[in-house]
């Protein structure tokens, strides 16, 4: 089947303890990217990606980084997590002109 | 960064009633999608559009891309209860270009 997988699901975390959110996609997409989504505010994008070892900044980029070494994965890096990066994450994917398929989320939750 | 105004912000409506949402741009785009996210979902592609003035139907859901290429709406006729749901506009100027998103309509349905 065809998707988008991001883990965890859910995370509660400490400020400033390092944390990774994994995304992998099966349908060989060379665009990736990540959002937050914040109530009001709808989807911002934090970084995206289009091909391997090809990586740009989106909107909100700011205490974020993330890497795309092969082409499935993409990878989302808090280095030092602060609350106001408590959040609902999405990473995405797309093959050429073709609309993003959305991952089913990663809640953030940064005490 | 560029914003799309997505309205109405909620709805509460009687099973069977229609919808419409809309949303506006101050910048032209070249693609309108519209997305529905479920509850604890990512969200999910519902209609795509490509070009000025179509208008494209999947099912009870009818989208049009604004003749302007800055607004786009879409509506549901004879809601029913699996309606509900947060509903996205997203805008995007060419392939490559970052996915611009309105902040979403909260869909909620009275039967």
């Known amino acids: 089947e065809a998707q988008v997988t991001q883990n965890p699901r859910y995370l509660i975390t400490v400020t400033g303890k390092k944390l990774t959110v994994t995304c992998s996609q099966n349908?060989?997409?060379?665009?990736m990217s990540w959002y937050r989504q914040d109530p009001g505010l709808g989807l911002r994008q934090i970084y995206y990606?289009?091909?391997?070892?090809?990586?740009d900044k989106g909107d909100v980029p700011e205490g974020y980084k993330v890497s795309r070494k092969e082409k499935r994965n993409f990878p989302l890096i808090l280095e030092s997590p602060s609350p106001n990066q408590t959040s609902l994450y999405f990473c995405?994917?797309?093959?050429?002109?073709?609309?993003?398929?959305f991952g089913n989320g990663t809640r953030l939750t940064v005490t | 960064g560029q914003q799309l105004n997505q309205s109405p912000q909620s709805m509460f409506i009687q099973e069977g009633e229609d919808v419409s949402m809309n949303c506006t741009s101050s910048?032209?785009?070249?693609?309108w999608l519209w997305y529905k996210q479920d509850p604890g979902e990512g969200p999910v592609l519902l209609i795509a559009?490509?070009?000025?003035?179509e208008l494209t139907s999947n099912g009870r859901l009818t989208a049009q891309f604004g003749i302007t290429r800055k607004d786009s709406f879409l509506n549901i006729s004879a809601s029913i209860p699996s309606d509900v749901g947060i509903y996205f506009c997203?805008?995007?100027?060419?392939?490559?270009?970052?996915?611009?998103f309105g902040a979403g309509t909260i869909l909620r349905v009275k039967s």
């Open positions: 995405a994917s797309s093959l050429g002109l073709s609309p993003l398929h």
């Open positions: 349908m060989n997409h060379e665009y």
């Open positions: 990606s289009m091909n391997v070892e090809v990586t």
């Open positions: 910048s032209i785009f070249n693609t």
């Open positions: 559009l490509y070009k000025a003035g």
């Open positions: 997203a805008g995007q100027l060419y392939y490559g270009n970052k996915l611009v």
